[in-house]
């Protein structure tokens, strides 16, 4: 076996460091030691753009918005689901992932930053988000670890409760907003159901024939048609019934 390299290094908004590795055509990003992404476990990106635009099938000029760049597989799904009259905003905030991608990843995916329908924006996607009022038919997240944030501790903004509400502002009638997470979280989809959302969670596998390795994604819209088929809906804790107390009755004389 080829020993692991490092090609590059750069650093995390809130500084830590990201380094890129690569073993033969496999690359693998770590922050702080900890593995962030590796190309050979993306079968759960390709799931993220497959069922956040499930509902686009047909649709003749699509808007787009993906949420991170990653390894670009995400895009590359996108791309080949959506029409040629298609537009594709993505968003990374980390400029050395952009340039990772231009110089090593897209002999992974077909080089899909070269795509005319695609305009490459970097810098921080809630931003970006809030200005964009009814403009998107679909918004692909796949920003740090998912909710539970890993490289970067500003990520709450776009988990919370303001960037989950810019997402519905930004989504046009009838759009979907779909989010990858490494873990399942009860806590986000209450989130999500709290800004009027209706709410599925995928299990997906990490990799192409895993069963064991999983990652989830989430895909809410206000049209509950729209979801895609087959998700499990997330299951509110039961309200506790309250005692009444037994009345009291008076004996007949």
Known sequence: MKPLVKIATAQTPDGRAMVLYQRDRDFTIQVNGLELMQSRQHESELALARLGCAHLAGHKAPRILIGGLGLGYTLRQT???LSPKAR????????AIVEWNQAFFGTLNGQPLEDDRIDLKTGDVVELILRSKSRFDAILLDIDN????????GNWRLYGSEGIEACRSALRDKGCLAVWSAEPSKKFEKLLMSCKFHVTRFRVPAYKG???ESRFVFVASED???LPPGGGEPRLPKKK???KR????RKRR
């Open 79 to 81: 791309l080949d689901m």
């Open 88 to 95: 594709v905003v993505v968003g990374e905030l980390v400029g």
């Open 146 to 153: 998912g909710p539970s944030a890993m490289t970067d501790s």
């Open 210 to 212: 895993s069963k064991t």
């Open 224 to 226: 509950k048609k729209r």
């Open 241 to 243: 019934e309250s005692k």
């Open 246 to 249: 037994p009345g009291r009755f």
